[in-house]
Structure formats: C-alpha cells, structure tokens
C-alpha cells in the first residue's frame, strides 16, 4: 500500500476497469471460462499499460461455492501478477455466502501492489477509501495532489420489506463530503475549484436510469438499470462538491453506456468475465486523465482487439 500514484511526464494517467470477472467453482466448465477470462485480462493489460487497474466487484460468485477464497485468489491472480498498482471494491456477489468481505480484503493485502483499505469502520461497508494521484512534477503541475479516485461498497441486498439491491448508506454519503472539502482545503482550492474525482463502486445509482431515459447516454442498454429502490442521495452530493466527474460501475451486463447529467459522467464498465450472463462481447472501459483538466477519455476494449467509443 506504499505504491504512489503520479501522472506521467506527458500528463495523463490511465485506468482499466474490470468488473464483473465471476470466478465461480471448481468444476471443469468453469475453469474453461476462468481460463478465458484470465487471458483477456492479461492481453488488455499488456496492450493498455495502464498506470491503475480497479476492478468493481463481483470478482466471484460465493454462494453454492466450496472455496470461495479460492476463487477469489484465481480471481485476482493476473492482476497481481501484472506488478501494476491495482485497486477494488465488491460487488453483490463476492460475499454473499461462505466467506466475508473483510477475508477477501485480506487475500488482496497480501499483495504489495495492492491499494485497497477496509475504509472507516463506523460507516457502512468494506471498502470505503480514497486514492490521491500526485502531479507530475512539471513546473506547471506541482507534485502535489492533482486528482482524486473514490471507492465506494455497494453493498448487496436490501431489506426484505424492500427488497431489490442494496444501496450507499448516508453515513457513506457524508463520509464523502467530509472526504472531498479535507482534500479540496490540502490542495488550496477555491470554492469553486475542488480536485477533479472519479468515483467507482458496483451498484448503479438510480440516475443512471434517469441519465438514459432522458436521452443523454450514448452506448448499449440491453437490461433493466438494476439499481437500487432507495436514492440516498450520493449523486446529489457529488453535484453539490462539485469534484466528481465521472462514476464506474458494473453489475448490468448488458449495459455499458455513459450519459452525462448535471455535469458528471455517469458510465457502465464492460463485463469482463465468461462465467456469467451477457449478450456484449467481454472487454474492459478505459479511462485516461489529462492533468489539469476538469475531464477525460473513455472507450471500451473488446475481445477481438477493437474498441468502442
């Protein structure tokens, strides 16, 4: 957890966002598909270089699953084996039985290049965590910090009485707001000028819904926006701050759209793993940001080298 993220010398730093990878058990069917989905992360990997990898969640399936952890260790194996600086956070189904969050943040710690912290334990979750990336150290860009990555974990279920997929608590929303006005002061920004953030976590929020019915994503929507029932705000307050400028997420496999609404870039991942659901070609989003700018690139990476924009 010493590695440092900086901008390189021409001032951009890139992301590739894996999700959806869905290790699941043991049997030879799945360690075919497994096989396939190590493959593909090791190319996009060694085709992209990036300077960050994040994976978010449902790294694995853990129900019905005889080893979990197993899994989980398959799993990760080619990102930790890259040597790169990586990140994550969990998804709906990385421990929804016979192993925990907390075990799993474990298995990923063990390695040096490893980013991802457990996050406050008085707010809801594992995995609640920000990420500074320096400057480049160019006479116009200062070694200070230049922008700011938020994790967020969303969860699992809702509450039978609602039922649905879970969603981000507002003691996590408030942790955010504490966490970006204490790096918008260490940086000296004015009020109308935070660090620019990226925010990932796996659940849409419902917005991302809202972003398509209302016209303004480009991209593939082929399922429902399985978000969850409760909208806990955490879309308004990155509004109101002001800093975020594009959230990732997963969980629908057959979306993988951006939209923009009131500012911010709401944006699926692809889906990454062969073990699961999904009519899209399995690839990778991208994600490459320009120093001192208040923006940046995305595109998709597919299967067959081509890529989507």
């Known amino acids: 957890m010493s590695v440092d993220l900086k901008f390189n010398e021409d001032g951009t730093f890139k ?5 959806d990878m869905h290790f699941g058990d043991d049997k030879e069917e799945d360690r075919v598909k497994d096989g396939k989905t190590i493959a593909l992360v090791e190319r996009i990997i060694a085709a992209e270089k990036p300077d960050l990898i994040v994976l978010t969640g449902d790294m694995i399936w853990s129900h019905g699953v005889p080893d979990p952890k197993a899994s989980f260790r398959r799993a990760i194996a080619p990102v930790a084996a890259s040597g790169l600086p990586w990140a994550a956070v969990f998804g709906n189904h990385d421990a929804e039985a016979g192993v925990t969050r907390e075990e799993l943040l474990d298995i990923q710690q063990r390695y040096e290049t490893c ?5 406050p334990a008085d707010i809801h979750g594992t995995g609640n965590y920000v990420l500074t990336v320096r400057g480049s150290g160019s006479a116009e860009n200062p070694e200070g910090d230049a922008a700011a990555l938020y994790f967020f ?7 039978e009485p609602i039922g649905g997929y879970a969603w981000i608590h507002p003691d996590q929303v408030n942790w955010y707001t504490r966490q970006a006005r204490k790096l ?7 009020a109308g000028s935070p660090l620019p953030a990226l925010a990932f976590f796996h659940i849409p929020v419902p917005e991302y819904d809202e972003v398509w019915n209302a016209g303004l994503a480009t991209g593939t929507k082929e399922e429902k926006v399985e978000c969850p029932k409760i909208n806990t705000g955490l879309f308004g307050a990155m509004v109101h701050m002001g800093d975020v400028m594009g959230t990732f997420v997963g969980h629908d496999h057959d979306n993988d759209y951006c939209g923009t609404l009131h500012g911010i870039r709401l944006c699926y991942g692809r889906v990454t793993g062969y073990n699961c659901y999904g009519k899209l070609q399995r ?9 001192g700018k208040r923006d940046f690139e995305t595109w998709i990476v597919e299967e067959d080298g081509g890529s989507v924009r």
């Open 283 to 291: 690839g990778a989003r991208i994600i490459r940001l320009t120093e």
């Open 115 to 119: 980013l991802s912290v457990a996050g």
């Open 184 to 190: 918008a002061e260490r940086a000296g920004a004015g």
């Open 153 to 159: 974990d969303s969860g699992i279920t809702a509450p």
């Open 15 to 19: 992301i590739v966002q894996f999700t």
